[in-house]
């Protein structure tokens, strides 16, 4: 089955400043990749995603990018702010007939010192 | 109520004990899946619901028991459970298949968890 990993485990950075989290995935079926952030006590929250038909989004301060030859996709965002300091988590599609069966990274908590 | 909701919101209980979490999305979606989040572990699928059918069932222990009786309802249902369950079970739901002319896959919305603590 999908395996997903993700680095950094944590990562602070300080205002203004960029953040990238790297994802890993070992399905090279897989085809769909969210971005979830979640805020501490809040439920996750598709913040971006990608299809495998592209290879880069941009939502005004966060992108993603898609390299399916080496099965790694990136969350970058640009300006940081404090109200970015969340836990983000990378997932990955395992293809089922019927449901999406999202398997997900380990999370990333970002912090960001103003 | 809007998006998907999850009752009890905290839940303590005993490894004798019989509970059942509840969840119901209120955004016409006909898949709903239960996950379990553990501290510096991933986010782990436990059960998939399509169409009101189980597709998926992660190889959770039997001590964990899903059941959908309609598209906007999904329970997870607890008995004789382990200190080690304790974590918070989020609730999710999506359209699958998407709507046409959309695309193939869909955001899962999820619900605010039940944080469960097994003594």
């Known amino acids: 089955g999908e395996n997903v990993e993700q680095h950094p485990s944590t990562l602070s950075v300080q205002e203004g400043d960029s953040a990238v989290i790297k994802c890993t995935y070992s399905?090279?079926?897989?085809?769909?990749f969210p971005w979830y952030k979640q805020e501490l006590g809040k439920r996750p929250q598709l913040i971006i995603d990608?299809?495998?038909?592209?290879g880069e989004k941009k939502d005004q301060r966060i992108a993603v990018t898609l390299n399916k030859t080496a099965k790694h996709f990136s969350l970058h965002i640009t300006e940081t702010q404090p109200e970015d300091s969340a836990v983000y988590f990378c997932?990955?599609?395992?293809?089922?007939?019927?449901?999406?069966?999202?398997?997900f990274g380990a999370g990333t908590i970002l912090r960001v010192k103003s | 109520e809007t998006g998907v909701t999850q009752t009890p919101r905290h839940l303590v209980m005993g490894m004798t004990n019989k509970k059942s979490l509840k969840c119901e999305q209120h955004?016409?979606?006909?898949?709903m899946y239960w996950y379990k989040q553990s501290a510096k572990k991933p986010l782990e699928l436990m059960f998939v619901?399509?169409?009101?059918?189980?597709?998926e069932n992660n190889s959770v222990p039997s001590r964990f028991s899903p059941e959908c009786p309609n598209s906007s309802h999904l329970f997870l249902h607890l008995h004789t459970l382990q200190p080690e369950d304790s974590a918070l079970y989020l609730c999710?739901?999506?359209?699958?298949?998407?709507?046409?002319?959309?695309?193939?896959?869909?955001?899962?919305?999820f619900g605010p968890g039940t944080r469960l603590t097994v003594l």
């Open positions: 997932a990955a599609i395992s293809d089922m007939e019927y449901g999406n069966k999202l398997v």
């Open positions: 990608i299809r495998s038909n592209v």
């Open positions: 399905d090279s079926a897989s085809n769909y």
């Open positions: 955004l016409g979606h006909n898949a």
């Open positions: 999710a739901s999506s359209q699958d298949p998407p709507l046409a002319g959309g695309p193939r896959y869909n955001e899962q919305f």
């Open positions: 619901y399509s169409l009101e059918e189980r597709v």
